[in-house]
C-alpha cells in the first residue's frame, strides 16, 4: 500500500524566513510520480511540482526548491524568504503509474507572520 | 486559465436532497476522473475513479448507492450525493487525466464544491 507522510501539522514562520516542509513517502512500485500541491483558504489545489522517480535532481522555482533523495524516500519541500501570501495548507501526494490516483499527504498548515 | 471546471462551487441544501456535481475538462479529453473527499482541515480521500463508458471503481468503505458516478462522456464526470445528510458535508473536489500523450501530463484539479447539508 502507498502511504506519504507529512509529520509536520502546522508550521509558523516569520516573514523572510526560509522554511522547509517534509515529506516521506512509502510504496512498492518502482515507477511512480511525486508531487506537492498548495491549498489556500480558498480551497481550489494549486499544482506546484512533480517529480517521477528516476529523476533524483534537485529543482528550483523562483523561491521554492525541492529535494528528492529515494534513498531516504524523502521529498522536501523548502520556500525561502517566505511571504505571507505563502500561507496556506501545503500537501504532498504520490502517485503510481498503473492506478493514476493521487495518494494525499495528512497536509501541512503554513502561516507566515508579517 | 482553468482546465477543469467544477461546478457548483457551493450547495447549502435541506438533509434528504440529491446533488448533482459536475466536472467538465475544458480543453482536452478525460479518460479518467478522480473524486476525492476533504473533511475540515483533513486530507484528501480518494472516493472513486471514473473511466469513460465504463463503470466507477469506489474505494473500500465508499458506499456506491450513495455517490453515484456518471462518466458519460470524455469531458464530463458527474457525482451525485444521494438523500444528501448532515455527515455527507464536506469538500468534493474532481482531477482529470488525459489519455494518449497526455497521460503522462499532471492531474488537473477543479476548484471543489463545498456541500453543506443542513
Known amino acids: 500500500a502507498q502511504k506519504v507522510t507529512q509529520a509536520q501539522t502546522e508550521i509558523s514562520v516569520v516573514e523572510k524566513e526560509d522554511v522547509t516542509l517534509d515529506c516521506v513517502y512509502e510504496?512498492?512500485?518502482?515507477?511512480?510520480?511525486l508531487f506537492w500541491y498548495k491549498q489556500p483558504p480558498s480551497g481550489e489545489l494549486v499544482f506546484l511540482i512533480r517529480?517521477?522517480?528516476?529523476?533524483?535532481q534537485n529543482e528550483i522555482s523562483g523561491r521554492y526548491s525541492w529535494n528528492f533523495q529515494k534513498s531516504t524516500s524523502s521529498f522536501n519541500f523548502t520556500i525561502t524568504a517566505s511571504q505571507v501570501v505563502d500561507s496556506a495548507v501545503y500537501f504532498c501526494?504520490?502517485?503510481?503509474?498503473?492506478?493514476?490516483?493521487?495518494?494525499f499527504g495528512s497536509g501541512t498548515r503554513l502561516q507566515v507572520q508579517p | 486559465g482553468a482546465v477543469v471546471s467544477q461546478h457548483p462551487s457551493r450547495v447549502i441544501c435541506k438533509s434528504g436532497t440529491s446533488v448533482k456535481i459536475e466536472c467538465r475538462s475544458l480543453?482536452?479529453?478525460?479518460?479518467?476522473m478522480f473524486w476525492y473527499r476533504q473533511f475540515p482541515k483533513q486530507s484528501l480521500m480518494l472516493m472513486a475513479t471514473?473511466?469513460?463508458?465504463?463503470?466507477?471503481?469506489?474505494e473500500q468503505g465508499v458506499e456506491k448507492d450513495k455517490f453515484l458516478i456518471n462518466h458519460a462522456s470524455l469531458t464530463l464526470s458527474t457525482l451525485t450525493v444521494t438523500s444528501a445528510h448532515p455527515e455527507d458535508s464536506s469538500f468534493y473536489i474532481c482531477?482529470?487525466?488525459?489519455?494518449?500523450?497526455?497521460?503522462?501530463?499532471?492531474?488537473?484539479f477543479g476548484d471543489g464544491t463545498r456541500l453543506s447539508i443542513l
Open positions: 482531477s482529470a487525466q488525459g489519455g494518449g500523450k497526455f497521460s503522462n501530463q499532471p492531474q488537473h
Open positions: 510504496t512498492r512500485d518502482t515507477t511512480y510520480y
Open positions: 517529480r517521477n522517480s528516476f529523476d533524483e
Open positions: 501526494a504520490l502517485m503510481d503509474t498503473g492506478r493514476r490516483a493521487l495518494t
Open positions: 480543453d482536452f479529453q478525460a479518460t479518467t
Open positions: 471514473s473511466n469513460e463508458g465504463s463503470k466507477a471503481t469506489y
